[in-house]
Every structure is written in C-alpha cells, then in structure tokens.
C-alpha cells in the first residue's frame, strides 16, 4: 500500500481527496498546518506529498524549500490557484515536481498521482513480494513465509510489518507508526502499538529472522540478523 501525505487546510476538499485516494487503494493522512505537515513530510515515511501552497503556520513554498533543502525527495504535487501562475513557477523552482490547479477534476488528480509515483519507480504491477533475512512477504495476499510456516496477517499487523520493511535498521517513532496505522487525530489507548508490535515479535521468532527493538523513550526498529 503506497502511502500519501495531505497538507490542505481546506478541510472539507482535504476530506474529499483523503475519501477518494482511500477507494483508490492508497493509505492516507491529512493535515491542515504548514508545520505539522513539514515533520511529517521529514519523515520519510511517505510515497509523495499533496501540498497546497497557501497554508497557515508556514507557507507551502517554505515547507517545499525546507524538504529539498533537508535532501528529502519525496514526490510533492502542489496545489495552486487558477489566477497565479507566479506560484506554480515559484512551485517548481522550489522543487515541486508536477502541479494541479484548483479547481480540479477529479480524474485529473487520480492521473497526476498516477504519473508522478509512475516516475520515481513506487508502483509497479510486478512488485508484490519483499524479502529479509530469508523471510518472504506478499503484500497484497498479507501473506508472511517463514522457511515451511506461512501466516496471513491482519491488516493492522500487516501494515505495522510492511513499515518496518519499507525502513530497516531506520528508528520509527511510536507518533509516526501510530499515524500511519491508526491516523494522526487518532484516539488510540497507549498500549495498543505495544500489542501490536509483541504479536508480531512472535511470528518472528528465529534465529536468522528480523529483530524488532525497542529504541528506548523513542519508538522501534527493525534490524536485519542476515
């Protein structure tokens, strides 16, 4: 599942992209302030951005600058108004890679998205299968094999295993697992990440499996034994 970040604080269109990019497969969060989205965007942990130029807290443009200028490159596809051409040039000498104008249909957001993961080499209907350490995953069976077991995961779990695949040895804070499982507004019980993360310790058990640490007062790793 390829994962987009939304930083609109047009919250009735950020809810209406956040429902249509869902149907469309993708895992989404949202957020309507310019500094909130540029520590999520710094992350790493998203696919591309959705970015509308005119924020509050820090202008889309300063985030834009401050990804690029922190060696982020994550696909950014800016937002902009139909009368200011100015923004989209300003857009892409910051580093935007494509831009849509508002408003929008639509089809034309699904194709642009399309196009711009297309680019960077995230989709591809051939890559189903990641592997570590001996162990084989499916991403969209949810299927984990390991030597002659094979488990299918929940979909809360899967999610949890996929990040770590997507980030080994790279420390996840427990905020930014919990807002890619459960949603940055999310209400979620303190132990509830902590349940998660001991079920799947377990399926791993094993000398030549992964190890999940736990990075003390920060979150969790994922450290390859191969």
């Not at 990019?21 to 696919?47: K, M, N, P, W």
């Not at 591309?48 to 982020?72: C, Q, T, W, Y």
């Not at 303190?190 to 003390?216: A, F, H, M």
Request: hydrophobic content about 40%; proline content about 4%; charged content about 25%.
């Amino acid at each position: 599942m390829l994962h987009l970040l939304i930083i609109e604080d047009d919250v009735a269109l950020a809810q209406a992209m956040e429902s249509l990019l869902r149907e469309e497969g993708y895992d989404v969060s949202q957020t309507g302030d310019g500094e909130t989205g540029l520590h999520l965007a710094l992350s790493g942990l998203y696919d591309a951005l959705i970015l509308d130029m005119m924020i509050p807290g820090i202008s889309g443009f300063e985030v834009l600058r401050k990804l690029r200028a922190n060696h982020n490159g994550t696909p950014v596809l800016v937002l902009t108004a139909r009368d200011q051409v100015e923004d989209r040039v300003k857009g892409l000498d910051y580093g935007a890679d494509d831009y849509l104008v508002k408003p929008f249909a639509t089809t034309e957001l699904l194709a642009r998205i399309r196009a711009l993961l297309r680019r960077y080499d995230k989709i591809g209907p051939d890559i189903d299968v990641m592997t570590i350490d001996g162990l084989s995953y499916h991403l969209k069976a949810r299927e984990l094999i390991k030597g002659q077991e094979t488990f299918v995961l929940p979909p809360k779990e899967a999610a949890l295993f996929e990040l770590f695949l997507r980030h080994p040895g790279q420390v996840l804070t427990r905020e930014q697992i919990m807002d890619r499982l459960w949603g940055y507004e999310a209400e979620v019980l303190e132990n509830t990440l902590e349940t998660y993360v001991s079920k799947l310790r377990k399926r791993l058990e094993g000398d030549q499996c992964p190890l999940i640490q736990t990075v003390r007062g920060i979150g969790y790793r994922m450290q390859t034994r191969g």
